[in-house]
């Protein structure tokens, strides 16, 4: 057993956990925060992705031990408040979603995307971009819709902020 | 969200909770002491069990229990059944074979539990799982249906000689042989229908928690319809009586039908949470996903289609064998039979038709309902046979569909369905616009220009959803009825519940169905919850499937809406000394016509719960259920229209124009429905381009994992065009057909059409892999040539 300690969607945690317990499984159940979900076995589907030090990890592909002091986001941490982060309000705004199991991981993907390319964003790079996210119920059409428009309106509000 | 009725582009009540993280999953259920369950599954697909030997897993830590099928048969559970009973044409019942929830003697098939560990944690019974011994006697194996029917094939069951389940036919054999003697033209295929795996992206999962003080079960689970398993885990399983077990299925991440069907899994959970005094959760990792969750498809088919002299169609012969797999799941016996060859006419005035159908036990994962479940098996059929005999007498495939067209309503196929009401000209025609099909021979030729191959393929899909009027499906052997029920529960300050027996695992219930009281009383759709998936709270209910939840969901809630409507209607007329056929209701409020008068929605509710002041002798509050029994299928129709563009060097497909173009009657949400043809569609290129369940000789799934199983990507598919047509249903008081499977049938025979005019080459299989392809463009070429 290690403790492991972290700042965990803004907030300092710590838990002792079995060496081989995985970040996905640390942030589910040591931490009791189930919005990061696990669609499979293999690093493929993307349910999991979180942030770590603010880039996008598939959570069930690192160990929690070598999350130790790191800065971890998870689908819970992204809202400011009651005012949904603006990936959120266009997964919404736009039917990005259905069943909702694979969305956390989406909307974390998408952050991280969006905060890539900024306004650059066109759908060729977006649907590549999602290549390590799986959904089976939306064909996808709707995601990259929202990913567009939550990248135009977070270039329009870092305009508007500059 | 504000008043949002009927075709209103409300959106979901229930996103705020999956975007923030909030959804409740079964996997996301933690109670008090609760252990975790790990099975020790076979890795043969075909052998005999000659020992357990579990002392090095009860002796790791945290070990609770390890558990088997002989304490399990012990203990009086139930085999699992199969709900349907399908008569052979001889009159003899179908052959099922004994499916024991753990097994103690034979397994068939690789991934069948015989064991199950209970441990603390879930990682300490998994390493357990990984310490029990099992010793096996392998028994050679069969995957492939058509040879497991052949003298000296291993056999499966002892109740299926040959591992044949059933041979069963529909149509008239004589009518149909004797339009084939006058025939002026046959077009022959064998096609094949590849197997699929369902993989909703939330695995399965169970939490079984047992009260012996109350002698009680809770089962949370992933299910499509907790009352249908409810009913299954007492009256068969043996579980528990009925009001001594809880059904909840929570937030479920997808189902495609995998999750209709009561699996080993639930009842071993169930029965293990007695055993060991604690509640148990089993959470199913991807690989047990692969080799447990029901599959689908997997038909092989020889099908003829017979033409006159003006290629007019005049018969119909289909000869199908349809794998099941291992065991005989829920409702496996209905997709190759009912589901299947009622479905085989199209939209094609067919005179005779005739179909014979075998289905069989293989040593494969067992075979039942996924999106679509037998219509685009049917589907794929008649559209590739549409397609090639146009090619081959010289028609163009939409003129040669025209012409064999049905169009007066309602129209009486030879194989039991009776079509309602549909326009197929109108979607052919509206899909013919939207992808240029006038311009498609300058842009083949621009294509060729650049050394890239262009082809078109249509399909003109029918489906029969809404089911099912409960004495006719009782009739061809459903052991259940398939009404719906629902409950309207007006508060007494006027806020409303809805009970509904239908459960939503993505399809956005919460607000279509409270897009329905909207629209009823203009109240807001905040103002209204829709209850589902508790066996506690909904009294009954079979769940959603089939395209069924606006059809027959929608409509039960339509009835007791109707009955609401008219007490609220009479309690108001009494309160405002009026006619109660004065009363309108409109924006909230109950007006006496041609007056000032009236009372809100709220004050009227309140009037029934104070029950100062009611009519004489009617009784108090405001809720009323109803159940919904629906009088016949529906028949949602379209056109697809695929373009593709395929390069010759390497057999890469890109799709570069979709277009679908649905008749799905009324639409609530026409945002919704989208999202719905969008994963359908998805789901459905999938199988025509990436998908295959792949079995080698001896029974392994070479295809177990999403590492193996080629999963549509985003950058795998196109953004599609939808268009909707409509013809009202007759048969529901919505004027609904269902859109949940239309995608998934009608776009297989659509992409393999449009690739097959592309390559000059007819003889390609699903999935067309860019190797196939290369394969088959390189014969097409040679042929062109000669």
């Known amino acids: 057993m290690t403790t492991v300690s972290m700042t965990l969607n803004g907030k300092k945690v710590s838990a002792p956990v079995e060496d081989r317990t995985l970040l996905v499984h640390y942030i589910r159940e040591a931490q009791g925060l189930t919005g990061t979900h696990v669609g499979c076995d293999t690093s493929q589907c993307g349910a999991c992705v979180v942030h770590v030090n603010g880039k996008a990890v598939k959570s069930c592909t690192m160990l929690a031990v070598q999350a130790g002091d790191a800065d971890v986001t998870t689908v819970e941490g992204l809202a400011n408040g009651a005012e949904l982060h603006p990936v959120q309000a266009a997964f919404r705004e736009h039917h990005g979603l259905q069943c909702g199991f694979c969305t956390p991981g989406m909307i974390m993907t998408a952050v991280d995307m969006i905060e890539r390319h900024g306004a650059s964003l066109d759908e060729k790079t977006v649907r590549h971009e999602l290549e390590g996210n799986i959904c089976r119920c939306t064909g996808y059409q709707n995601i990259v819709k929202a990913i567009l428009a939550a990248s135009d309106q977070m270039a329009a509000m870092k305009t508007a902020a500059e | ?786």
Not at chain 2, 450 to 471: T, V
Not at chain 2, 648 to 668: M, Y
Not at chain 2, 737 to 756: H, L, M, Q, R, Y
Request: proline letters at 5%; hydrophobic letters at 40%.
């Open chain 2, 1 to 786: 969200m504000g008043v949002d009725g009927i075709g209103a582009r409300a959106l979901r009540k229930e996103d705020k909770r999956f975007i923030t993280g909030k959804g409740r999953y079964t996997d996301d259920m933690v109670l008090p002491r609760m252990a975790y369950a790990a099975f020790v599954r076979s890795p043969h697909a075909h052998a005999k069990v000659t020992g357990i030997d579990a002392s090095a897993a009860l002796a790791m830590p945290g070990v609770d229990a390890v558990l088997t099928g002989e304490q399990l048969v012990g203990d009086g559970i139930g085999n699992l059944i199969c709900g349907w009973m399908v008569h052979s044409k001889d009159g003899s019942p179908m052959n099922m074979g004994a499916w024991r929830a753990l097994e103690p003697e034979i397994v068939r098939h690789v991934g069948q539990a015989v064991a199950v560990v209970i441990a603390d944690t879930q990682a300490q019974a998994r390493d357990a799982a990984d310490a029990v011994i099992v010793d096996y006697d392998e028994l050679p194996a069969i995957v492939d249906a058509v040879a497991a029917m052949e003298a000296g094939a291993p056999q499966l069951h002892p109740e299926a000689s040959n591992n044949l389940i059933y041979d069963w036919e529909i149509g008239d054999e004589a009518a149909t042989n004797a339009a084939f003697e006058q025939a002026a033209h046959v077009t022959r295929m064998d096609i094949h229908n590849n197997r699929l795996v369902p993989n909703p992206m939330e695995p399965r999962a169970a939490v079984a928690d047992y009260n012996d003080a109350e002698e009680h079960y809770t089962l949370y689970t992933t299910s499509q319809n907790p009352h249908v398993a409810r009913l299954v885990l007492s009256a068969f399983y043996n579980v528990a009586p009925e009001n001594k077990l809880r059904v909840i299925a929570p937030d479920v991440g997808g189902g495609f039908g995998s999750k209709i069907f009561i699996y080993p899994e639930e009842i071993v959970a169930l029965w293990a949470s007695k055993r060991v005094g604690r509640p148990v959760k089993w959470v199913s990792d991807r690989t047990e996903a692969f080799l447990t969750d029901a599959h689908g498809r997997d038909h092989k088919s020889h099908a003829e289609l017979a033409l006159d002299a003006d290629n007019k169609i005049i018969g119909f012969r289909v000869q199908t064998v349809a794998n099941l797999g291992a065991y005989m799941s829920l409702f496996s016996s209905s997709v190759p039979t009912y589901l299947y060859a009622t479905l085989l006419s199209g939209q094609y005035d067919i005179p005779a038709i005739h179909a014979n159908v075998k289905a069989v036990y293989t040593n494969t994962t067992p075979v039942d309902a996924y999106r679509g479940a037998g219509r685009p098996e049917a589907t794929f059929l008649v559209e590739r046979m549409m397609e090639t005999a146009a090619r081959e007498v010289g028609l163009s495939p939409a003129e040669f569909r025209r012409k064999n067209f049905v169009r007066s309503f309602p129209h009486q196929t030879p194989v039991i369905m009776c079509y309602d009401a549909g326009d197929y000209d109108a979607t052919l025609d509206a899909a013919l616009k939207a992808i240029d099909h006038d311009g498609f021979p300058a842009r083949k030729a621009e294509a060729a220009s650049r050394g890239k191959l262009r082809g078109m393929g249509l399909s003109c899909y029918i489906e029969a959803c809404g089911i099912a009027p409960s004495a006719a499906v009782g009739s061809l052997g459903a052991g259940v009825g398939l009404w719906e029920s629902a409950e309207v529960r007006v508060n007494p300050v006027g806020s409303i519940e809805v009970l509904t027996g239908s459960h939503s695992h993505g399809q956005g219930h919460e607000t279509t169905f409270a897009q329905l009281i909207s629209e009823r009383f203009g109240l807001d759709t905040d103002s209204v919850n829709i209850v589902h998936g508790d066996t506690d709270k909904v009294q009954f209910g079979m769940g959603t499937y089939g395209s069924r939840s606006g059809a027959v969901g929608m409509s039960a809630i339509v009835k007791a809406l109707d009955k609401v409507e008219a007490k609220a209607k009479k309690i108001a007329a009494h309160l405002m000394e009026a006619a109660e056929g004065d009363i309108q209701i409109e924006g909230g409020e109950l007006k006496v016509a041609g007056t000032d008068k009236k009372l809100s929605f709220t004050e009227v509710a309140l009037a029934a719960y104070t029950a100062h002041n009611l009519p004489e002798g009617m009784e108090p509050g405001l809720k009323e259920g109803a159940f919904y029994d629906p009088t016949n299928f529906t028949f949602p129709a379209g056109t697809y229209a695929c373009e593709v563009e395929i390069d010759p060097d390497t057999g890469k497909t890109e799709i570069v124009n979709f277009v679908a173009a649905d008749d799905f009657g009324k639409i609530i949400n026409p945002m919704i429905v989208e999202g719905q043809v969008h994963g359908g569609l998805t789901q459905g290129i999938g199988q025509a381009l990436l998908e295959n369940a792949a079995y080698d000789e001896s029974g392994q799934l070479v295809t177990g994992s999403y590492m193996d199983y080629t999963m549509p990507r985003a950058d795998d598919v196109p953004s599609y065009q939808l268009l909707t047509t409509e013809t009202i249903c007759p048969g529901n008081p919505l004027g609904m057909k269902g859109c949940g499977e239309a995608g998934a049938i009608g776009s297989p025979p659509a992409v393999i059409n449009a690739i097959t005019d592309a390559i000059n080459n007819n003889d390609l299989s699903m999935p067309a892999t860019p190797e196939r392809v290369w394969q088959a463009s390189r014969a097409g070429l040679q042929q062109a040539a000669e």
